[in-house]
């Protein structure tokens, strides 16, 4: 069973632009955590946020928390074409650690 | 470092046949897992390895699907028999427990005929 949901399925920016994905999720959490995958390789891990934290900064990448909300966003700010990939969210809800994955969102940037 | 490895990266068999997956995790990653991750979807859960024992395999169709991970390193997934809905990509993780992020190898790509 997934427990994330992204929204958008799909998103089209151009270079240069911000690109934001939300992730909606149903239990209560330890940590939320944000993966990449590009076409034909595993994912790689970007940020994790825990649950008494609101706000994360990596980089281009901004992650936020709304644990009251169940929901969790990631902004790309300057997106480049090299950032065209599916973004998956993943809940650690700490029954053993393990991971629930969403569906992920389709991002491809335009150069 | 060097990164999660796994083999073969594709793989297409006839269905009933049996098939094998290997993963060689990261050097000092007590905990590995095996995933399955369907055309559009997010990994899923299949089974998670504490060193040599497998802490979670809920998950894990036994009737069909097997895993071991011998002296707590390598690790093996197999399914006899394969059936047309086990086509997807298996993907092997490791991380170093404790609720640190996994690593993840580039997948096997089942394809079943």
């Known amino acids: 069973s997934q427990q994330g949901e992204e929204d958008p399925q799909a998103l089209s920016i151009q270079e240069g632009e911000n690109a934001t994905m939300n992730c909606s999720y149903k239990?209560?959490?330890?940590?939320l955590q944000w993966y990449r995958q590009n076409s034909g390789r595993g994912l790689v891990h970007l940020i994790l946020?825990?649950?008494?934290?609101r706000e994360k900064h990596s980089g281009r990448l901004r992650v936020t928390l709304d644990t009251s909300k169940k929901s969790s966003s990631l902004l790309i700010t300057a997106s480049r074409a090299a950032d065209t990939a599916s973004y998956f969210c993943a809940t650690d809800a700490g029954s053993q650690g393990n991971l629930i994955f969403g569906k992920g969102t389709k991002l491809s940037v335009k150069p | 470092e060097a990164g999660v490895v796994q083999s073969p990266r594709y793989k297409i068999i006839e269905k009933k046949q049996p098939v094998a997956f290997w993963c060689n995790p990261i050097s000092g990653h007590n905990t590995l897992y095996w995933y399955r991750q369907n055309l559009g979807q997010g990994p899923e859960l299949l089974i998670r390895?504490?060193?040599?024992?497998?802490?979670?395999d809920s998950q894990l169709p036994k009737d069909r699907f097997s895993a071991e991970r011998l002296k707590g390193v390598d690790s093996t997934l197999k399914i006899q028999p394969a059936e047309l809905g086990d086509s997807a990509v298996y993907l092997c993780?490791?991380?170093?427990?404790?609720?640190?992020?996994?690593?993840f190898g580039d997948g096997t790509r089942l394809s079943i005929l």
């Open positions: 390895y504490e060193n040599e024992e497998a802490v979670d």
């Open positions: 946020i825990r649950s008494n934290e």
């Open positions: 993780a490791s991380s170093p427990g404790g609720g640190q992020p996994q690593h």
């Open positions: 239990t209560s959490i330890n940590n």
